[in-house]
């Protein structure tokens, strides 16, 4: 493999499959044994997940929620996703453990940074939920902030397409992909890959991330190979 460490960043809508709500079963099914199939490999793996698919705060407050509260309920989604997959992981014979960042036992333990980092050298898979444990700032910005006191070799971002493209391929059928761009020609185009708290967290850092289709069975361990899937973004 050509990645030692890796944090691999999943969505919370991803998770509730085609709706993008709840957990569906058979997705995390899925999701789990492509995971495990990586660490199987010898990769050591951090996952990250967003809480959208349960609640998300900037969402909340056009519903009258305050943002701090809003964003707190959101770090609790990102918990309870965490502890879902990890459950679907050890179903296919890898250990899995839930790290937060706030004290929560006996749901999960707290994050320490170099009790993450052994477990995942004996080979465990580390969930990191809760983001960074403060309000205005992302899942994204949380996983990035991770990887970088992990000392992940890159970010692993799984979304719905195969990749970043100058515009919506959703609906333009003529939008173009990148194999490659820097971190900033994507802040500069207003790409919309990560926000630019993370992107600068990442490139100050030399941490690439690479944007791939979670749902294309195999892409996973491709791209972590350094197999020519999806887009690089980097330095």
Known sequence: MKYNRILLKLSGEALGGAE?????EAVLEKFAEQIAEVAKSGVQVAIVIGGGNIFRGLQGI???????????????ATVINSIGL??????????????????????????????????????????LAGGTGNPFFTTDSGAALRACEIKADAIFKGTKV????????????????????????AIA?????????????CNENDIPVVVFNINN??????????EPVGTLVRK
């Open 20 to 24: 993008g709500k709840g957990l569906n």
């Open 62 to 76: 056009k519903k009258g929620f305050d943002r701090v509260h809003g964003d707190q309920m959101g770090m609790l």
């Open 86 to 127: 990890s459950l679907f992981i050890k179903d296919q014979g890898v250990p899995a453990e839930v790290f937060t960042s706030t004290p929560m036992r006996p749901m999960a333990k707290y994050y320490m940074r170099d009790e993450v980092v052994e477990y995942m050298e004996k080979g465990g898979i580390a969930l």
């Open 162 to 185: 195969d990749g970043v493209y100058d515009s919506d391929p959703m609906k333009n059928p003529d939008a173009k992909k990148y194999q490659e761009l820097s971190f900033t020609k």
């Open 189 to 201: 185009d207003n790409l919309g890959v990560m926000d630019m708290t993370a992107f600068t967290l």
């Open 217 to 226: 069975e195999g892409d996973l361990k491709k791209a972590v190979a350094g």
